[in-house]
């Protein structure tokens, strides 16, 4: 009888430290870590794999997770069709297929890219789409009903939309930064209706160092999803956008700083926030990882950076970080783990492949994903070592989610569950 009071005490334990809802882009706290224990290591095409479920068209968001419902954006290839997927978290059948939008002329959304790359948000009986300015969209996650979309807001996402929305009490927040225009909103979760919109407020029209001036197109263009933080008690909205990092309040929108990359544009990232410090990529042209800190107001200067690295830095992936270490894979397959006091390198080694897909830190374990299809499992440590490598048949562009002990993959053209 002990025993059996023991496991069942031990089994409740381990639920309480599971993730088992994977709400977002990159989880609960939005920075690719996982409370859950007892995941897979060894996993790959046939091995490990609990259910591997097709999912038809050419999308590259990341499953969402609540309760027993996987959730999934879709896209035609041409842009023409957009539209969720629903899956029953135990057997990985279709629970939904539902088409939200018809694009009669879509926009210009560059190969690498899909017309389905944001991921959703979900709630308790709710699920939040974007695809950009082709369609926002709510929807009842029990019934599919739609309960409000928007298609009015006016983006030329140029290379084809990236970034994903965030949830912060009533609100709705999602960045809109195109070759034309470039503004971040906040939309009243249940009605859908704009509660503010702040333009960026960086001046784009100055002179690049190599004496050309700014056109429109990449050098305006922003991919990042943006994250929530508190300082000093403070909440504050931390969204990249293209060529500066931003601080708002979510309430009003009100600018409460800015950051200036005068090399770098199109940032992909999301960062990740932890003891007064943003950690994060910068963005395409200028291959760095910054520490910077939090705290200051108006337009930051040098003294507001900790720390630069070039070294591993990607253009795509965002970073872990256990506490200790912060864990980096750049976009040609060199992954390392930098001091976050001062950004030097503690290891650093090339696991192959090409990388867009965000890593995963769960279990003292770190996750990578690859274009190819190859996932590899390496320690959470000061040393270098790989657990395990395995491949699918697809690659990953999509980062993970996690849900009690499961995996939830997604690859160019199905959603696997993982579990031992």
């Excluded at 927040?173 to 333009?199: E, H, N, R």
């Excluded at 001036?213 to 293209?242: L, N």
């Excluded at 520490?291 to 337009?299: D, N, R, V």
């Excluded at 980096?328 to 783990?337: K, L, N, T």
Aim: with cysteine; aromatic share 10%; proline share 5%.
């Amino acid at each position: 009888m002990k025993t059996i009071l023991f496991l069942t005490i031990a089994a409740t334990a381990s639920l309480v430290h599971a993730d088992v809802n994977w709400p977002e882009f990159r989880g609960p706290r939005g920075d690719g870590s996982s409370d859950s224990m007892g995941l897979p290591v060894e996993m790959g095409e046939g091995k490990n794999v609990k259910w591997k479920t097709p999912v038809a068209g050419k999308a590259w968001s990341s499953p969402v997770v609540w309760g027993k419902q996987v959730w999934v954006t879709t896209a035609t290839e041409n842009g023409k069709e957009l539209g969720v997927v629903c899956l029953d978290l135990e057997s990985g059948k279709v629970i939904r297929d539902t088409k939200l939008f018809d694009v009669a002329e879509p926009q210009f959304c560059h190969k690498f890219n899909s017309y389905g790359s944001p991921t959703p948000v979900i709630e308790e009986g709710r699920i939040y789409v974007s695809f950009g300015s082709p369609g926002i969209a709510a929807l009842d996650t029990a019934t599919g009903k739609v309960l409000w979309e928007r298609r009015d807001f006016v983006c030329n996402h140029f290379r084809g939309a990236g970034s994903s929305p965030v949830l912060w009490k009533n609100l709705l927040i999602l960045p809109f930064d195109g070759s034309d225009f470039q503004y971040i909103v906040a939309l009243d979760k249940t009605t859908g209706k704009t509660v503010w919109k702040v333009d960026r407020s960086i001046d784009f029209k100055d002179i690049q160092p190599d004496g050309k001036p700014e056109a429109d197109g990449d050098w305006r263009k922003g991919f990042a999803t943006p994250h929530v933080t508190e300082f000093g008690g403070q909440p504050m909205v931390i969204s990249s956008g293209a060529k500066a990092h931003y601080a708002y309040e979510p309430a009003t929108g009100k600018e409460l700083w800015r950051f200036e990359e005068r090399g770098a544009h199109s940032a992909a990232s999301r960062p990740v926030v932890a003891g007064g410090i943003a950690y994060f990529p910068i963005g395409f042209g200028k291959k760095q990882v910054i520490a910077l800190k939090l705290g200051g107001t108006g337009l930051l200067d040098d003294s507001a950076v900790l720390w630069r690295s070039s070294k591993s830095a990607p253009n795509k992936p965002s970073v872990c970080f256990d506490g200790k270490r912060v864990y980096v894979i750049d976009d040609a397959g060199v992954a390392g783990a930098l001091d976050p006091a001062t950004g030097t390198d503690v290891w650093r080694e090339r696991v192959g492949g090409n990388h867009s897909a965000s890593p995963l830190l769960a279990d003292g374990r770190v996750y990578f994903f690859s274009e190819e299809g190859k996932v590899t499992v390496i320690a959470a440590s000061d040393k270098f070592e790989k657990l395990a490598e395995g491949k699918f048949d697809e690659g990953f562009m999509a980062s993970p989610a996690v849900s009690g002990k499961a995996l939830l993959l997604r690859t160019k053209t199905a959603v696997y569950r993982v579990e031992q």
